[in-house]
């Protein structure tokens, strides 16, 4: 295929893709390919998914998707986001945790799932019992869910920590780290084999991960006053915890309900944003050397003429753009709705709006709480390779929906990141 039709091609919508497979053998063999699924994430094609619920009713949930309104704008001001479809569909829903190579990572009834919002492709992983640890009086258990990539061998893994903790002082009582694995063409959770000596029970406190370089990041707990960042190598699958360093009042556990961990510099860092509502000031703690575990740290203090984003509205951190800007938004719903990027580079934030929400969410009866999640796409989205979609039973298919009710096989390929 000539160098011309294969650039086009990666310009195209995912839609589009599908169907051209048909044209001939040779595009098929191309589109499936891991050379092109690569190519086809470099292209850049921002799109902001959106999931709004009500938490006083389960099954009142809707997932919308926007595009830049003017794509081509050269101006400060950065263009609004237009909803232009509606991706709604059963099993979905909620706090959305990871944006893995185009995939939206979440859990929805306990079950982790993965989602691909171009093609509409649900998988469906199974939920990991742990009815072995048992909960005293007074005490919480927590399951939480990770999800990685490792490059190299093109696999997929998802973490599992469960732990056993007391409510009131927040001592670990238990825990436990598993990993859904493919072995002899079998899926299943399997414990971990935690080798580092200085590895120690703990409760995820977060239930946003990261991924970087094959390398899954979460924040945890093995204390009312100690904070960790636990680490687990998709390849190796070692697990390793990193202290977070303490100040002036991080004995107050409500402190880490404002800190969002997110990429900077390739690093794992930690954007703690306790002071910006109040005095315009932002931390960024980011791990130096993971190996000597060395932290570094910088503060942002918010322009004066900007600081009027931030006085009145309490945002959560929603990751990073490829380009180097935090994305905060609103815990609550708002109207009209916005989001703020915060480019920490040139310390210039701005306020994007996101036009087409459905109005019967700002029109909500007072019983209804409205909650809001968002997740930016800075890169194409993905192109599932054929032998990932054939190697799966999809039980369930229609024009909106395909979902999974088995385990996924990690061993298919599956766009490479």
Partial sequence: MDLITEEILTRLPVKSLMRFKCVSKLWLRLISSRYFTHRFLTVHS?????????????????????????????????????????????RMGRHILQNLGGFMCYIYWNKPRMYNPATRQLVTLPFKKSDHMIVPPGGKKIVRYYFGYDALNHKYKVVSSISVHLKQNMEVISSENWVFVLEGGVCSWKKAALTSPDFCPHVPCKMEGLCIDGVIYYMALLGPFEYVFVSFDVKSEEFNMIQVPRRDGDELLERFQNVGLLEYGGKPTLFDQTNLKDKGVVALWSVEDAGSKKWSCKSLVVQPSQLHLVNTITFNVKGITQNGKVLLIPKNILFPFHILSYDIQNNDMRKIEIRGIPDRWFNMDEEAEVCVDVMFMDQSESVISSDFVSSLDWTERDNHDTSIHRSLPLSVSLPIL
């Fill in 46 to 90: 921002p799109r902001l998914y959106m999931c709004l619920w009500d938490a006083n009713d389960y099954l009142n949930c809707e997932i919308l998707s926007s595009a830049l309104l003017d794509a081509t704008t050269t101006t400060t001001t950065p263009s609004p986001f237009l909803v232009d479809h509606y991706l709604t569909t059963p």
